[in-house]
């Protein structure tokens, strides 16, 4: 069910696209940012149970070598950036709802 939820998702965001303005807000900006790293962050997830190394790993089913694990790594560090995209969304929406200041 979170393939088909984050499939949604995408698609939500690949039709909002056409709308004219519809990213000039920043808080859109940052809520597409924030699910374009959730993703990510969850295909990793479902991938990383399957290319570990099957020679250092006890899985049943892993099917991956010491590229794919490299791979992993890198795109697991490349999800931090979820963390980023939430405090950045955190922060305007204090300086929105504290301060009142408005969208440009």
């Given at each position: 069910?979170?393939?088909?939820?984050?499939?949604?998702?995408?698609?939500?965001?690949?039709?909002?696209?056409h709308?004219?303005?519809?990213?000039?807000?920043?808080?859109?900006?940052?809520?597409?940012?924030?699910?374009?790293?959730?993703?990510?962050?969850?295909?990793?997830?479902?991938?990383?149970?399957?290319?570990?190394?099957?020679?250092?790993?006890?899985?049943?089913?892993?099917?991956?070598?010491?590229?794919?694990?490299?791979?992993?790594?890198?795109?697991?560090?490349?999800?931090q950036?979820?963390?980023?995209?939430?405090?950045?969304?955190?922060?305007?929406?204090?300086?929105?709802?504290?301060?009142?200041?408005?969208?440009?």
């Amino acid at each position: 069910s979170l393939c088909f939820e984050h499939c949604g998702i995408l698609l939500r965001h690949m039709r909002l696209i056409h709308k004219r303005g519809y990213y000039d807000s920043p808080s859109r900006r940052l809520l597409f940012g924030l699910s374009f790293y959730d993703i990510l962050n969850s295909i990793n997830a479902v991938l990383q149970s399957f290319l570990v190394p099957k020679e250092t790993s006890r899985r049943l089913y892993a099917i991956g070598n010491d590229a794919t694990c490299d791979a992993l790594g890198f795109f697991f560090q490349f999800n931090q950036g979820s963390y980023l995209y939430f405090g950045c969304l955190s922060l305007y929406y204090v300086l929105v709802v504290k301060f009142g200041v408005k969208d440009p």
